[in-house]
Structure formats: structure tokens, C-alpha cells
């Protein structure tokens, strides 16, 4: 085919493809969808804007829906934003667990550029996380500059036996650092326990969430010392958005480690029906207001009850 038509009919393709509505339903025509609320501000910015915000921050945390492609593609736009704001932070992965590092270390030993491999590399598709495919973006903008790729995260198995009450799992030190072998503060660890207990559908046996809570904060701490050991010019961490709330979660443990540090928390949420004001989602949190620096408005990746196939199965 000689190049000239070939080329006319990439772009006829490419044309045709952009001009595709959008799938029908899921918020695409929601008034929110694609905004950016500065929560502090009180007002919506560009993405400019907020690449802009997030710059200066050592410590950079991006909130997701673990399985809203969207979200890991705004992820990677912002890494790309703050390359091209002349950072080199580290990014760093709630879905990586520190015994994988090695794994992830030999891939980029080998071939520090390929993101499309490291997924195999690691043992991705047992993991139980959304397609590697979904999160290569991020990990190709980050090796595309050369910025390190951290496992931020506990080993899956020590998490799991901290959520059956194991509490010698965890690192001594990790223990005394962050208190994990007490309780929350009372407001916390109710708060911590209710929004566990929605997240599990009600369908939880009232002595296991405790133990599920210090998991959840286990996890927090350990993510958070993963970012400052690993981090050379501050750090990207890629995680759920209940991790990178600012009432609690990473940037709590953040700031009792490193309390001088600057921290700068963004969040993608999907839109739902009816709630067209920010200050509509702050309940979905269980908060007064969104306990975010920063909320991204996007498009839902399903309209599922996430609870439905539980009730299906206690009939």
C-alpha cells in the first residue's frame, strides 16, 4: 500500500474512532464529569492547574477506583505532568507488595524501559488486581523518565494474617512507629470500623473488624515508609482513594514520619446521579467534606451493585 494512502486512512480511522459517542449511560454526560474541584479553594481548575498544585509536594498521592481504566490514565497524565514540571519523583504502587521488589528489580535491571513486561515480571495476573494493562500507562510514563518504580505495599500474605489478628507478622518497628498494636483514636477507629463494614456489604462477623481496621491502617504505615525510603525526589504513590484521604490513611502516617514534608492528595471519584455539587460526595466518605487536597470528577467504569452477588450468595 503506498505510504500516502496508508497514512489517510490511519487518520480516517483515528478520526472515526474520536468521533465514537461515548458508551451510553456511566456519567459521561454527567455536569461534573472531567472537572477538577480544589477542595481548600472552593472552586474547579484545569489540569494545568493541578499539575501546577501538585508540583511543589514531596509527596504526591493519586486516589483511584482500582478498576476505572480512566483513573489510571489521569494517573499517568499527571505523572507526565510532573516530569514535565522538572520533577523525578519515585512512583510508588499500593498493588506491588515489598516481596515482590526483587521480581521488579531483576525486570528493570534487564530492561529498564519495557512496561509492558513488567506486569509477567512481577506475577501480576494472579494477584487479584484489574489487568496489568490498565496500570501500564503509569508505569510507561514513569520509566519513559527514568523514575523509579516502587513496591510500596505489604506482602499479601501479611496482610491477611494481620486481618485474622496476627498482629507478629508485621515488622517490630513498623509496630512501635505508628502504634499499630493499639487502636485509633475512638472518632478514627469507629469511623475506620463503619466504612469496613460497608465496604464488606454488612455481611462481616463483628469480631473480625477490628482486626481487618489494623490491616487497613498496616498497610497505610507501610506504604507511607515505603515512600520516604523510597523516594529521591519526593514520590508518586498510586493507590485506592481511601488510602490517600487526608483524615486519616498515608498522609497521617506521612506526616508523623516526616511532618515537615509537603503532601498534596488527589482523588478521581466517579460521578453518580443527582449529586451534581462537590459537597455531594463528602458523604460517600463518611466526612463533612471531601477529605481530599483535590477531587477529579470522572465517568463510572459500571453501574454493578457491588454487593449483589454477596446477597446472592446468603439467599
Known sequence: MPRLLALILVVLAASAHAAEPPPAGLGHDHPLTGRIWDVAGTRFITMEALVARLAPARFVLLGERHDNADHHAFQARIVRGLVGAGRRPAVAFEMLGT???AALAAHLERAPRDAAGLGAAVGWSTSGWPPWMHYEPIAEAALSAGLPIVAANLPAGTARAVARGDLSALDDALV???????PASPETQAAMER???TAHCATLPDAMVPSLVTAQRARDAQMAERLVAGQRDGAVLIA?????RTDRGVPAYLA???PDASVASAAFVEVASGAVAPADYAGRFGAARLPFDFVWFTARADDADPCARLRGTRR
Request: proline content about 0%.
Open 176 to 182: 512501635r512507629a505508628h502504634g499499630l498494636d493499639r
Open 240 to 244: 485506592g482513594a481511601g488510602h490517600v
Open 195 to 197: 466504612e469496613m463494614r
Open 99 to 101: 516481596d515482590q521488589g
Open 256 to 258: 508523623a514520619r516526616v
